[in-house]
């Protein structure tokens, strides 16, 4: 078994490959949103609950464009901001995976963004943790089959706690590509433009690729005054993973643009009985 660990590194500007792309993700932004407003700071996706608001139930107003439970849409735009309440500093994540679903009901937070569900920024100070018992990421994100506001963003945004695991034989991974056990907090889905502001990514594992991110082929990620801290990618719970690719802060398969962000103490653990070793204990992009 093979380890390797990225150790303190401040990036102040990494291109891989798209030059210009991190200008042009700032100016879209959520100057014309429709703000909903985080109340709750546990999991829950209550339609009846109409007195208080979930971040669950946030992101599935905005995924739809209309009010659900205490999370108020006014239907003024399709592009959505999430803002969290004063006495809300932390977020769980703890409703417990049923299936393999991306409707947004349990395990991860399932958010479509795209020209029907508009842009979607998450805007804290906000920490957000997922529940260890949930062996789940904290957000998933997709393209709504649309062209067009394919942009999430996540603003003061900390996710820790992710943990992805298998659950099938790895005879048949080509993970590296899907990332179906990958990014421990982010899954970014093809197409979609991810941006993250001064944001943290730390203490999340996978256990294929992107401890902390994965991004899937023609997804861009971009990182301004982010810091990726203490993620590992190549352990399902404590056990080593076969087929493990690396990538143990982040595995981008795209455009992958760093401005003044810290890439710290990430690893990956990679076995090499199979053949598949391709390493990045910090960061592994993978184009072409």
Not at 27 to 56: E, H, K, N, Y
Not at 92 to 101: E, G, L, M, P, W
Not at 141 to 164: H, I, K, Q
Not at 244 to 264: E, P
Request: glycine share 14%; charged share 15%.
């Amino acid at each position: 078994m093979l380890t390797k660990m990225l150790k303190g590194r401040v990036i102040k500007h990494l291109i891989v490959p798209a030059a210009a792309l991190a200008a042009a993700l700032l100016t879209v932004g959520s100057a014309q949103a429709d703000t909903i407003t985080v109340t709750l700071g546990w999991d829950r996706l209550d339609p009846g609950a109409t007195s208080d608001c979930s971040l669950r139930e946030a992101i599935q107003a905005a995924n739809t464009n209309s009010t659900v439970a205490g999370c108020t849409h006014t239907g003024s735009d399709i592009n959505d901001l999430i803002v969290f309440d004063g006495a809300v500093s932390a977020v769980s994540i703890t409703r417990t995976v049923s299936a393999d679903n991306d409707d947004n009901d349990d395990g991860d937070l399932d958010a479509f963004v795209g020209a029907v569900s508009g842009t979607l920024t998450v805007r804290g100070p906000i920490s957000v943790q997922v529940d260890a018992n949930l062996f789940d990421r904290a957000f998933d994100v997709f393209a709504d089959g649309s062209a067009g506001n394919l942009l999430f963003t996540l603003e003061r945004v900390t996710v820790s706690g992710g943990d992805v695991r298998l659950d099938v034989t790895p005879e048949s991974y080509t993970d590296k590509f899907l990332c179906t056990f990958s990014g421990g907090a982010l899954r970014v889905g093809s197409g979609v433009s991810a941006l993250l502001n001064g944001s943290v990514i730390a203490a999340n594992t996978a256990a294929i690729a992107g401890g902390g991110i994965c991004a899937l082929p023609d997804a861009s990620l971009t990182l301004t005054g982010t810091t990726i801290q203490s993620n590992t990618a190549g352990l399902s719970g404590t056990t080593p993973v076969d087929y493990a690719w690396g990538g143990g802060g982040i595995w981008s398969n795209g455009a992958l643009v760093m401005t003044n962000s810290q890439v710290l103490n990430n690893r990956a653990v990679l076995s090499g009985s199979n053949g598949h070793l391709i390493g990045g204990g910090g960061i592994a992009v993978v184009t072409g």
